[in-house]
């Protein structure tokens, strides 16, 4: 397993930050622009007059886009020093701010917040259950959490494979646990959990499945680009739940 068993910190090895934040936002090339960032915001909806909470945020791309649209505040926690400095400077003269804070290590007074948004973090996790409980106790009645974390598929085989996949291979899939991968040229660890795991564990925190959707690419956000579309509609890379408190 890898040495460094918290996300955070993995993004502060040297250029992993960089590199990671311009595959990302890398236009059509990008997974997230084409298939995680488009079934988010069509879950997001309307979130004007609301507090909203981001876990693992990044460089904090989504709190300017909340932000916009008219979100009462907006605190982002992650745990690398290289994130927080990204996001602080991408929010800078706004509303929002972002704080260094483990995922692990988060708790809030009860209503503290009434949207919960965490994108592509929870993998990183090795418990995510007490995350989930803390997340709806700080929540308002009726408050809303939306995560995406990276497919099961993915997470339960490493190919180390260099470049473009053409095949992609599962095994251990009801293993649960954490997976050593090479991946932004380091050495990563996420922790594997099917669909069935995520769904449990969000309704035993309390939460009501309202959403469940696997991302599938949007061909609006290609370009025209017939052949990377067909190759993105292979296999689902990401995967997407979204509950409500009651």
Same mark, same amino acid.
């Given at each position: 397993?890898?040495?460094?068993?918290?996300?955070?910190?993995?993004?502060?090895?040297?250029?992993?930050?960089?590199?990671?934040?311009?595959? !990302?936002?890398?236009?059509?090339? &990008?997974?997230?622009?084409?298939?995680? =960032?488009?079934?988010? +915001?069509?879950?997001?909806?309307?979130?004007?007059?609301? !507090?909203? @909470?981001?876990?693992?945020?990044?460089?904090?791309? #989504?709190?300017?886009?909340? %932000?916009?649209?008219?979100?009462?505040?907006?605190?982002? %926690?992650?745990?690398?020093?290289?994130? $927080?400095?990204?996001?602080?400077?991408?929010?800078?003269? /706004?509303?929002?701010?972002?704080?260094?804070?483990?995922?692990?290590?988060?708790?809030?007074?009860?209503?503290?917040?009434?949207?919960?948004? &965490? *994108?592509?973090?929870?993998?990183?996790?090795?418990?995510?259950?007490?995350?989930?409980?803390?997340?709806?106790?700080?929540?308002?009645?009726?408050? !809303?959490?939306?995560?995406?974390?990276?497919?099961?598929? +993915?997470?339960?085989?490493?190919?180390?494979?260099?470049?473009?996949? /053409?095949?992609? $291979?599962?095994?251990?899939?009801?293993?649960?646990?954490?997976?050593?991968?090479?991946?932004?040229?380091?050495?990563?660890?996420?922790?594997?959990?099917? #669909?069935?795991?995520?769904?449990? @564990?969000?309704?035993?925190?309390?939460? &009501?499945? /309202?959403?469940? &959707? =696997?991302?599938?690419?949007?061909?609006? *956000?290609?370009?025209?680009?017939?052949? =990377?579309?067909?190759?993105? !509609?292979? $296999?689902? @890379?990401?995967? %997407? @739940?979204?509950?409500?408190?009651?």
């Amino acid at each position: 397993m890898a040495e460094n068993k918290r996300g955070g910190s993995f993004y502060d090895a040297p250029q992993v930050a960089e590199r990671y934040l311009g595959h !990302r936002h890398s236009g059509v090339s &990008s997974p997230n622009h084409v298939m995680e =960032e488009p079934a988010f +915001l069509e879950e997001l909806g309307e979130v004007t007059g609301l !507090r909203v @909470l981001d876990l693992g945020c990044g460089d904090a791309a #989504i709190g300017q886009v909340v %932000l916009d649209a008219g979100c009462r505040s907006y605190l982002g %926690l992650d745990g690398s020093a290289a994130m $927080v400095e990204a996001g602080n400077s991408a929010l800078y003269g /706004t509303a929002g701010r972002v704080e260094m804070v483990d995922i692990e290590d988060f708790s809030a007074p009860p209503s503290s917040f009434d949207l919960i948004v &965490s *994108r592509l973090a929870f993998h990183y996790v090795e418990d995510i259950e007490p995350v989930l409980a803390s997340c709806h106790e700080c929540l308002s009645p009726g408050g !809303r959490i939306i995560f995406t974390v990276v497919h099961p598929i +993915l997470t339960s085989h490493d190919p180390g494979v260099q470049g473009k996949r /053409t095949s992609w $291979v599962v095994d251990d899939y009801f293993l649960q646990g954490p997976r050593e991968r090479q991946w932004m040229g380091g050495t990563v660890t996420w922790f594997h959990r099917t #669909i069935e795991d995520y769904v449990a @564990l969000l309704t035993k925190s309390g939460f &009501s499945l /309202t959403s469940l &959707s =696997e991302c599938a690419p949007r061909e609006d *956000r290609f370009n025209g680009d017939a052949d =990377e579309l067909a190759r993105r !509609r292979r $296999v689902p @890379l990401f995967l %997407l @739940l979204a509950g409500m408190r009651a």
